[in-house]
């Protein structure tokens, strides 16, 4: 009985121990659950904090921008490429920053701002020059190159004009060093010297002044040409000359014919007639024309009329009834096609009047003779002539009645063509 009890109860307790192994395994259970998950969560943040170790390894390895070149004609300031450093820029002189002072390099290892760049400051930009001055941009400074009337006069002795020719209208020839001290000023500890006008500062302490050689400077004639034949430098500025036959104009720029003719500057004797021509001028005479069977007389220093003829010599009759001369002057390369002389009929007779150009070759070549109006016929040049060089041609004006010649006209044209174009 009692073994039975025993029995009964170790079932029972093996009843209430399975009960409870039961619900301790559950216990287990959810503690090791608990426990994985844990786990995998710590394996997480290991992981995570492993990458972000890797990551910031890398970073300290490589944490530099891109190297940065300094702007051309410029510099940059400060060597460090590392994050948050700032490097800066300065332009050399002459030249002007454009962008940013300074940039810094920024976390994402880039730098800020936009590049920079030196620009060129051209100091004429504003027009500097008074008067008609031309502005001649260099490093750093500007000079004026005054235009004629404005040269800068020197009080040194005169020098004597290397051309005589051009003397006599220009004024005063400027003369005087070359080369001259520079006035130079210390305001803050920076010297800053000047020149007078015509001279540019030269040397490496800026202390000398050297004469701008203006001719030379505008020998390309990139502000236009300074002078319309030869330029000649003078100490601080420089002057215009012309060819002999020449005076230079007013505005000491251009050349303008000496009239000999009206000046007395000829020898041209009592029986000629002065030619005033672009440069020189010329002694003409004219001499009425020989030929048979008629002879003619001079009406006017420029003009022959034939002698009346007699009755019976048909060879007379038929000659040319008058000659008349003219001269021009032109100067060298004149464009064409222009008209250059008209002759003109002034009561003509007949029916008919015909213009036509007599001559040889060389006429041909240059001339033509076109009809303007019903009495009027022209001398046409027809090609630019390169002088210097003396063309003739002839025109001849003929009246008709019913195609039977009734008069003819000679007009004699020389050309005297000059050697240059002004
Ligand atoms: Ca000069
Ligand atoms: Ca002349």
């Known amino acids: 009985m009692l073994a039975k009890t025993f029995l009964a109860i170790y079932f029972l307790l093996l009843i209430l121990l399975s009960g409870s192994l039961k619900q301790v395994q559950k216990l287990l259970s959810a503690h090791e659950a608990s426990y994985l998950q844990s786990l995998r969560n710590l394996k997480k943040k290991i992981n995570l904090l492993q990458s972000n170790a890797g990551k910031q390894a890398t970073r300290a390895t490589n944490s530099t921008c891109p190297k940065l070149e300094p702007p051309v004609n410029g510099r940059k300031l400060g060597k460090s490429h590392s994050v948050g450093h700032e490097v800066h820029f300065v332009c050399d002189p002459g030249f002007e920053l454009v962008g940013p002072e300074s940039r810094v390099c920024q976390e994402s290892l880039t730098w800020n701002g936009q590049q920079t760049a030196c620009r060129y400051i051209n100091e004429c930009a504003s027009s500097p020059c008074l008067n008609g001055g031309t502005c001649v941009d260099e490093v750093n400074h500007f000079f004026c190159v005054c ?40 305001t803050q500890g920076t010297t800053h010297c000047t020149c007078e006008p015509g001279y540019t500062i030269s040397g490496r302490d800026s202390t000398t002044c050297t004469d701008i050689d203006e001719c030379e400077l505008f020998h390309n004639g990139q502000a236009g040409k300074l002078c319309l034949h030869a330029c000649v430098n003078t100490p601080g500025g420089y002057r215009c000359s012309c060819p002999a036959g020449y005076n230079v104009t ?15 500057q000829n020898n041209c004797t009592k029986d000629q007639t002065c030619i005033n021509t672009y440069g020189s001028f010329q002694c003409v005479r004219v001499d009425c024309p020989k030929i048979p069977n008629a002879t003619y007389v001079k009406t006017s220093p420029m003009r022959c009329e034939r002698n009346p003829c007699s009755v019976d010599n048909k060879a007379c009759s038929q000659a040319p009834n008058s000659f008349s001369y003219h001269y021009l002057a032109v100067v060298s390369n004149l464009s064409a096609p222009r008209v250059m002389f008209r002759v003109s009929a002034m009561r003509p007779i007949g029916d008919t009047l015909r213009f036509s150009l007599l001559g040889g070759r060389q006429a041909r070549r240059h001339f033509t003779v076109q009809r303007s109006d019903r009495v009027t016929g022209q001398l046409m040049l027809v090609s630019p002539v390169q002088g210097p060089a003396t063309l003739e041609a002839e025109v001849e004006m003929s009246e008709l009645e019913r195609r039977v010649p009734l008069g003819r006209y000679i007009t004699k044209v020389t050309m005297f063509v000059s050697q240059y174009e002004f």
């Open 147 to 186: 235009a004629k009337v404005f040269v800068t006069m020197t009080n040194t002795s005169a020098a004597t004009s290397p051309d005589t020719a051009a003397a006599s209208t220009m004024p005063a020839a400027t003369s005087g060093p070359l080369v001259r001290p520079s006035r130079c000023t210390i």
């Open 250 to 264: 007013r505005d000491g720029r251009s050349c303008k014919d000496i009239d000999e003719c009206a000046t007395r």
